[in-house]
């Protein structure tokens, strides 16, 4: 099980994975957009989308978990 | 009686093609190429379009919307008007009498007195956080480490034959900072202007061109992965936030009160941010105030590059020097870093210390970027976000002592033109 967290302070721009995804560490699975620059959220381990926590245009900072991997 | 044959006639009434000179023609075509990178290739666009387009303005011919800051010119103004008819005009041999463009009201308005690039910091200070500096400090040095790249072209400069003041003017392009690149040059070598805005805007477009090489020929790509967790970063309260600017102020005008106007109006714009209290001046500061200067400034200095003064091997040699001015800020800003973590227990990514100079927010984005291609885990951005800050107030300090050690030379009557 890996957490997925916002790896800075900003706005969650979208979700780019859905639940029962297979993914591969460094995969991106989110988008953010600090400093008007959109930054993409890279998977940190290879799993399987568990949940989804956070939805697109939160803000968000690095103690919010954006989806966790199984 | 004059002879009016009819090659006078056809002279005067088609002046505009007549007065067309191969000199006009590159420069109008150098500002359709500017317009051009700004408007289809969004390259500073906001500066690049009005700086183009008063390009082509200053060089049809007869026009007569700007003749400063070039010599030889007396305005017609009533008072001098009725000094000529007495025979008493112009004072300067040869100049000639002329009346004032609307280009070079704008000129005397707010460029050769310094004011449009001080309006324009107000709203630049107005836009800055300088919340990612506050949370982690000490990258506030690497703010200054970004400024060694002026130091090295100053240096070049001097080495290479220009006169001392040109030098300083040429070099402060390496701040990577437009609005202190015209205060310093309208102060110093008005006749510059041109050239030298044209070379720091260009070269703040071209930051995320330039630097990543740069960066990249500085550091390992072991050093490049290094990952820099935000658990460093302590948050700050909006006392601190508020309290910045005015300590930030009193110290830095203790140091060089020359840089009252830079340093006061950038930090005036940030306190107005900060206090809470002002939202409507906040917003005249980041919107009306600086889109107003942005246009007037880029139309004025664009109108500075006529032919005489732009197409010349200087100008060449102005491009060339800013060139290794940007270069040179960013491979002492990596090595700066570097430097750092020698002596210091928590380490830092090296390319952050890229972001310390005055290309804000694009600076801080080359660093995210070359961070996260070199390890997708890899989240620079905030980090740089503080040196880039610090970038600023970097330059703004640094052209604030060389206004102040040139200012302390010619009191002391040191030639500086030679």
Known sequence: ?70 | MAVITNNDFLYNVFGGFTHFTWQSAVMILIGCILIYLGAAKDYEPLLLVPIGFGCILANLPLTELIHVPRDGYVFNHSIQEALGEAGLMPFVEGARVVNEGILDVLYNAGIANELFPCLLFIGIGAMTDFGPLLQNPRVMLLGGAGQFGIFLTLMLALAIGYEKLEAICIAIIGACDGPTSIFITSMFNPALLGPISVAAYSYMSLVPLIQPPVMKLCTTKKEREFIMSYEMLTPVTQRTKILFPIVVTIVTLLIAPSGGALMGTLMFGNFLRECGAVGRLVQAAENEIANITTLFLGLTVGATMTGEVFLTAKTLGIFALGFIAICGDTAFGVFGAKLMNLFSKQKINPLIGASGISAFPMSARVAQKVGNEANPQNYLLMHAMGVNTSGQIGSVLTASVMIAIIGALQTMGVDLTI
Do not use: R, Y
Request: charged share 25%; net charge negative; glycine share 6%.
């Open chain 1, 1 to 70: 099980m890996a957490n997925v967290n916002a790896p800075m302070a900003g706005k969650l721009i979208s979700v780019d994975v859905k639940v029962g995804d297979t993914v591969k560490k460094n995969d991106p699975v989110a988008t953010l957009e600090a400093m008007k620059m959109q930054i993409k959220v890279f998977a940190p381990a290879d799993g399987k989308v568990a949940e989804i926590k956070a939805e697109a245009g939160a803000n968000i900072d690095p103690s919010v978990v954006i989806m966790t991997l199984e």
